[in-house]
Structures are given as structure tokens and as C-alpha cells.
């Protein structure tokens, strides 16, 4: 800026007087008028120099206060810029500092000098003002924007809560705030724009994270159709697809969580299920041994069965204790007496049965299966756990005589046991009777006879025999085998038994020859002469085995091998009878002896042998025993063990009632 230096005196220097030496006289009045004239010009050159000085030091004084003024002018700015000033105070604060910049500058200037520098500061300082109101212009601006800035925000948040009447309320305010904040009406519109598509993506964000961390599939679903409706417009396209795709993503994890929660619960469930099924099953083989359930038994079984498909059941199960567990103490017959009564009940449209006494019922038969299961398994153990026998311990056996010893026990025992089962069985428990084999086997053959002979002399009866047999047949089929004649003695005195375990012996050491031919060798003429005169598959295949290894015995001693004789000894003599068919007789007793025992038969020997009522069934029809016992030596007999016969009729048997138990008739020795 040129700096105006004023008007201080305007004279031009000019040369002195051209000086002419007159004569000396004239020379000395000449010189005393030119010193004259000297001192007066001498005294201008000095007014001249002082304005001059006065002039530089104007000039360096309007130098120094335009500095000052732009750097107070650019202090304020900075000072609006960084907020230390406020818009309204800027030009009040400039003012004041120019002020005090004048008064320090033009402190000892003189009045003339003052007036000519004070305009040129008037329009610097003018100046400068004007532009810095422009920038507290630009400043209210900018604060205006930040304020709209701040509402974004908050309307934002409020967004959350009410999203349409937060749009309304921002757009009215840039509406109103917009021109003061300097946004032209584009800038305006897309601020509002921005605000809505931003608003409404972190309301439907927030919405959608809501939902999915509820875990429910519809809310999650209803969001996510919000976002592909209208409601989902005002967001940018892509955001807009990000959300969607995200939506789809919860869904998709809540099924998931869902069916992980669906197998979990339902692992659990069956857990709970099987607890349940267990805690059942204890409960009812409990009282299916005749034992009552005690309260804490009874209290664990709710617990571990409610909500579960035993809850019913148990609680039947714990209502019918009384009548249950009674049921299970009474014996196998009884049982049966039992259910057949409750069955005649429920079909006699005069009597019938409610849900209730059919549930017992059905427990009942559940009961009954139990214990026949039982008692067929281990009869000893299944009268102890049902109250029969007060206790039958498994005894571990050493010897022989610890086996004959045990057998005695038993033999004091064991017509109450028969008794709940509803026939023979045999002394020993199924352990017990592997121990007692293993024992027996491990002495010579005629050793071995001679213990088996004497385990048939304490057992005595044919069917204990006959079970106690089978249980030794269960783990070693010769022992079995040998174990059934343990009573039967050759004509010479010899134990049957063992005939047939020396038999085995030679054959397993290869000490005969015998003749394998199937038709002609002693299987095949074996086969033959029993024929169909034993209707047990069972007791079959051990009847020809045992004659089998009779004749194998036979031959070991050095006698020669008889078919005939060995059939005899192992089932009996074999009778043809009128139908064709054959049957055994009882051992060593010849035909004519067996008729005659037959026809001596009175009906009392019937009833004795459970024909009571004066009656036998053939099919449903009733046959005095009077009459039947006439018909008696006529008639067709079925093998039903060593010396007892069923009464065949037709096709069918002769029963002790319509279509009960068949009539079993006993030809003694």
C-alpha cells in the first residue's frame, strides 16, 4: 500500500546568489549585507531539514500502526476461527485493539501530524474490518452447520425411538437453519436425503439386531419384510442389500439354534424318557416279586417319570401296589386262576371291566409273563425274590459230597418252590449245576455213574430228575443225557448211565468199529425202532442218542450190540398200538404187563391224577369217567415222559376240562 507522506511545505531548494567582489570598501558593506543574508538562509535549510524528519517519522509511525492493524486483523480471524473469539464479539475485540494500536502509536505526534496520519488508519482499518466481518459471516456460518451437525445427531438418536417424526422434525430445522448455516437449497435437500437414508439403515439395523438377539424367527422374518417393502425405500441400495442379506443370515442361524435346541431338547427328553422307563421297570419288577415300594421309592418314581410317557403309567403302577404285589406272591397256577377270572370278567357283557381294572389287569399279565420267565430261568431265585422261601443261596461246590449235601438241602425246599412254579424242578440252580458237572467229568465214567446214581437217589422223582438233566444238558449234552437214567440199572446190576458214558468215551478214542451206514448202521436201525414213539423233538433226538452210546457202551465191555435192547433201555420197550403209531413202555416192562396195568385203571386213579368233577373233555365234550376208563385199553397213547401217557382223540388229546390241561395217566413198574 503506498503510504501518503503529506504536505510538508512544498519550497524547491534553489542556488545562493551568484556573489560579485566589489572593491574592498564596497567588499566590506558587501560583506556585511551577505552575512546578513547567510544567517537568514541558514535559518530556512534548518526549517527545511525538521519537516523533513518530521515527515520520515510520520511515515515510519503510518508504516508500523498498517502492521499493526493486519496483524491485529489476522490474530481476531484466527481467534474466530479457533473459537477463542466469538462471532458476535470479533469486530468488538478488532475495534478495541485498533484503538489501543492508534493511541500507542500516535502517542507525542503532533496535532498536525495526527490529522494527516488518522485517515490513512481510518481506511485500513475500515478495510480490514470489512473483510473480517466476512469471516464472522463465514464463522456464524460454520457454527450454524455444527449446530445442524449437533441436531443430526441427536435427531439420530431420537430416530431410534420415532423414526418419522424424527425426519420431520431435522428436515423443518435445516429448513430453517439451512440458508443462516450458507447451504443453498441443493445442499439443504441432500442433507435431508442423507439424514433419512441414514436414520432409517441404523433404524432398521437396530430393529434387525433386536430381533435376532430375541431368537424369534418372526420378529427376525417381519424386520427383514420391512426392509423389501416401502419401509426399506429411503436406504441406500446397497446398504439396503447388505441388510437384507444379513437379515437372511439371522433367519437362517435362528433355524439352525432352533433345530440345535430342537435335537438338544429332544436328547434331553429322551434321557428323561429312558430314567423314566428304568426307574419304571425297577418299580415293577419289584413288586412283580411280591415286595411293596417304600415312600422314598415311590416319591423318586414321580419325580424321575413326571412329564415323561411312564407318568401315567407309574402312577397306575404305584395305585395298584396293594393288589399287585399280591399277585406276584401268589404262585404260577394261582396267577393264571387269577387272569383267567379277570379275563372271563371283561367278557361277560354282565360283569365287564372299567379302564382302570384293565390296566391291573394288563399288569397282571405283564406280572405273570415276568415270573414264568423266571421261575423257567431259576426257580429257586425267583421263589426267594417273591417271598416263597426265605433264601436259597448260590453255595459254591468243592466236591461231590458238597453237591450231595446241597441236594439234601434242597430236597427239604423243594416242593414249595414246585408249588409256585406249577410243576417239578430241579434242586440246584443253573450255576450250581455247571459247578456240579464240571466236578462229576472230571472223575472216571464209573465214577461219574456212580455220583449221577447217587444225585438220583436224593432227587428220586422222574421230572426233578428229568430238570435237574436238562440243566446239566444245557452246558455238556452227554452228561445231560446220561444224567436222565441216572436210576435205571441193566439187567446185570450195571448203572445205564454208565453204559452211555463209556460209549462216549470209546467213541471219542476211536476204541470200537461201528457200521455209519445210514440205513443198516446203528443210527439208522435206531431211528427205526423208536419210529414216532416219541412226540417231543427234544426228548427224541436225546433217546436215540442215549441208545446210541448204550450200544457203543455195549461193545467198550465186549458184548455185542443190540438195537432192540439198547431202545429198551434208553426210552423202554417200544408197543404198536391199533393206529399204527408206536409208544414207549416203561422200563423193562414187557406188552402183555402194559395192557394189563392199563385196564387196571379205575376212575379213581383218574381223579388222583387231577380228573376231577367226574369228567374228562374231548374237545368240548364231557366223558364220564365211568365210560372213558372202559374205552381206556382201546385207545391210542402219546409218550409224555417215563411212564406217562396222554390219551390221544382224533386229532386232538383227551383234557381235564374244554381245552385245558391234557389227562395224563401214570402206568407204574
Known amino acids: 500500500m503506498k503510504i501518503s507522506l503529506g504536505n510538508f511545505g512544498n519550497a524547491v531548494a534553489q542556488p545562493s546568489p551568484r556573489i560579485n567582489v566589489p572593491n574592498s570598501g564596497a567588499m566590506v558593506g558587501e560583506a556585511a549585507g551577505r552575512l546578513a543574508q547567510a544567517g537568514e538562509s541558514l535559518g530556512a535549510v534548518m526549517a527545511e531539514k525538521d519537516q523533513v524528519q518530521r515527515r520520515a517519522d510520520a511515515a515510519l509511525t503510518m508504516a508500523q500502526l498498517d502492521n499493526d492493524l493486519h496483524d491485529a486483523h489476522d490474530t481476531v480471524g484466527r481467534q474466530l476461527a479457533s473459537g477463542d473469539v466469538s462471532a458476535s464479539d470479533a469486530i468488538t475485540t478488532y475495534r478495541k485493539q485498533v484503538q489501543d494500536l492508534q493511541n500507542q502509536r500516535l502517542e507525542g505526534i503532533d496535532p498536525e501530524t495526527r490529522k494527516l496520519i488518522e485517515p490513512n488508519v481510518v481506511r485500513t482499518s475500515g478495510s480490514l474490518e470489512r473483510n473480517l466481518q466476512g469471516l464472522v459471516v463465514k464463522r456464524q456460518q460454520s457454527d450454524i452447520a455444527s449446530s445442524l451437525n449437533n441436531l443430526d445427531e441427536q435427531f439420530q438418536r431420537s430416530a431410534m425411538r420415532d423414526l418419522p417424526n424424527a ?74 442389500t447388505a441388510l437384507i442379506t444379513k437379515a437372511y443370515g439371522y433367519e437362517n442361524g435362528i433355524l439352525a439354534q432352533n433345530q440345535r435346541d430342537a435335537d438338544k431338547a429332544a436328547r434331553e427328553q429322551q434321557a428323561r424318557e429312558n430314567a423314566a422307563t428304568d426307574a419304571y421297570n425297577s418299580a415293577f419288577d419289584l413288586m412283580s416279586k411280591g415286595r411293596y415300594l417304600s415312600k422314598e421309592a415311590i416319591s423318586d418314581l414321580a419325580t424321575t417319570t413326571a412329564g415323561t410317557k411312564m407318568a401315567g403309567a407309574a402312577q397306575e403302577l404305584v395305585k395298584g401296589q396293594a393288589q399287585v404285589a399280591g399277585f406276584a406272591s401268589l404262585s404260577l397256577p ?9 379275563n372271563a370278567a371283561g367278557s361277560d357283557p354282565n360283569v365287564g371291566v372299567n379302564p382302570t381294572e384293565q390296566k391291573v389287569q394288563e399288569q397282571l399279565k405283564r406280572i405273570h409273563d415276568e415270573s414264568v420267565k423266571a421261575y423257567k430261568e431259576n426257580p429257586w431265585q425267583a421263589a426267594q425274590e417273591r417271598g416263597v422261601i426265605q433264601d436259597a443261596p448260590q453255595v459254591a461246590l468243592n466236591n461231590v459230597q458238597d453237591a450231595q449235601s446241597v441236594l439234601s438241602q ?81 439187567t446185570q446190576g450195571r448203572y445205564t448211565s454208565e453204559l452211555i458214558l463209556r460209549g462216549e468215551r470209546a467213541l471219542k478214542d476211536n476204541a470200537i468199529t461201528i457200521d455209519s451206514h445210514k440205513e443198516t448202521g446203528w443210527k439208522g ?4 425202532t423208536i419210529g414216532d414213539a ?103 397213547l402219546m409218550h409224555a415222559g417215563q411212564g406217562r401217557y396222554a390219551i390221544k382223540a382224533g386229532s386232538g388229546i383227551v383234557t381235564l376240562s374244554p381245552g385245558g390241561q391234557p389227562l395224563i395217566i401214570r402206568v407204574p413198574q
Open 167 to 240: 425426519i420431520t422434525n431435522y428436515s423443518a430445522a435445516v429448513d430453517q437453519l439451512g440458508p443462516q448455516a450458507g447451504l443453498t437449497p441443493a445442499q439443504m435437500q441432500k442433507a435431508k436425503q442423507s439424514f433419512t437414508e441414514k436414520a432409517t439403515y441404523n433404524f432398521a439395523n437396530a430393529t434387525l439386531e433386536g430381533a435376532a438377539q430375541t431368537g424369534d424367527l418372526s420378529i427376525v422374518r417381519a424386520a427383514r419384510e420391512k426392509l423389501q417393502g416401502p419401509d426399506g425405500e429411503p436406504i441406500d441400495p446397497a446398504k439396503r
Open 525 to 528: 436201525e435206531i431211528s427205526k
Open 334 to 342: 394261582q396267577q393264571a386262576a387269577v387272569l383267567e377270572r379277570g
Open 410 to 490: 434242597r430236597m427239604r425246599d423243594i416242593g414249595v418252590v414246585e408249588v409256585a412254579a406249577g410243576n417239578k424242578v430241579s434242586p440246584l440252580q443253573p450255576d450250581e449245576a455247571s459247578q456240579i458237572g464240571r466236578l462229576v467229568r472230571a472223575l472216571p465214567p464209573d465214577q461219574q455213574a456212580s455220583a449221577l446214581a447217587a444225585f438220583g437217589q436224593i432227587v428220586g422223582d422222574p421230572d426233578r430228575l428229568a430238570s435237574l438233566a436238562k440243566q446239566f444238558g444245557d452246558k455238556d449234552n452227554v452228561l445231560g443225557v446220561a444224567m436222565s437214567y441216572a436210576n435205571a440199572k441193566t
Open 534 to 636: 416219541i412226540p417231543d423233538q427234544n426228548l427224541d433226538r436225546a433217546s436215540k442218542q442215549a441208545a446210541y452210546l448204550i450200544m457203543a457202551g455195549m461193545a467198550a465191555g465186549g458184548d455185542t450190540p443190540d438195537v432192540k435192547r439198547a431202545v429198551g433201555m434208553a426210552i423202554g420197550n417200544i408197543a404198536d398200538q391199533r393206529d399204527g403209531s408206536k409208544v414207549p413202555m416203561p422200563y423193562g416192562m414187557k406188552e402183555d404187563t402194559f395192557r394189563d396195568r392199563i385196564k387196571a385203571i379205575t376212575p379213581a386213579d383218574l381223579a388222583a391224577q387231577g380228573a376231577v368233577g367226574g369228567s374228562v373233555f374231548v374237545g368240548k365234550q364231557a366223558v364220564p369217567l365211568d365210560t372213558f376208563v372202559k374205552q381206556l385199553p382201546d385207545a391210542s
